[in-house]
């Protein structure tokens, strides 16, 4: 599963497609990626610590995907943040199953540590 996901998250964007941003404030379209992020990682660069939702649009037919958890979890693997963060995290990623779920393996991790 992870390869694919990975496989996944590297093709993060083709051609036809960019990223859309929604702020938390008026929860109204805020900005669009410049370049169509290819990675992960330049989706994970393009986010602002408001942005609420990413939403893929494909240019051919117009149809939005919300892409909010791929890019949080990537943003989490990137930072790799301490619970103890958690008021500094951009609100996509607070509001997300991943950090959810990076809390569980942080604290499975941690009671394996002690």
Same mark, same amino acid.
């Given at each position: #599963?992870?390869?694919? /996901?990975?496989?996944?998250?590297?093709?993060?964007?083709?051609?036809?497609?960019?990223?859309?941003?929604?702020?938390?404030?008026?929860?109204?379209? &805020?900005?669009? $990626?410049?370049?169509?992020?290819?990675?992960?990682?330049?989706?994970?660069?393009?986010?602002?610590?408001?942005?609420?939702?990413?939403? =893929? #649009? +494909?240019? @051919?037919?117009?149809?939005?995907?919300?892409?909010?958890?791929? &890019? $949080?979890?990537?943003?989490? +693997?990137?930072?790799?943040? %301490?619970? @103890?963060?958690? =008021?500094?995290?951009?609100?996509? &990623?607070?509001?997300?199953? $991943?950090?959810?779920?990076?809390?569980? +393996?942080? =604290?499975?991790?941690? /009671?394996?540590? %002690?």
């Amino acid at each position: #599963m992870c390869g694919e /996901r990975e496989d996944i998250l590297s093709k993060f964007c083709n051609s036809q497609e960019f990223l859309l941003f929604v702020d938390q404030y008026d929860c109204q379209f &805020v900005h669009e $990626a410049e370049l169509s992020p290819s990675s992960k990682q330049d989706a994970v660069a393009a986010c602002q610590d408001t942005t609420l939702q990413i939403v =893929r #649009m +494909d240019q @051919t037919n117009w149809i939005g995907e919300d892409v909010t958890e791929d &890019v $949080a979890n990537a943003w989490l +693997d990137y930072y790799a943040p %301490k619970p @103890t963060q958690e =008021r500094t995290l951009p609100a996509f &990623v607070l509001e997300s199953h $991943a950090w959810l779920q990076y809390l569980k +393996d942080f =604290r499975l991790i941690y /009671r394996q540590i %002690k």
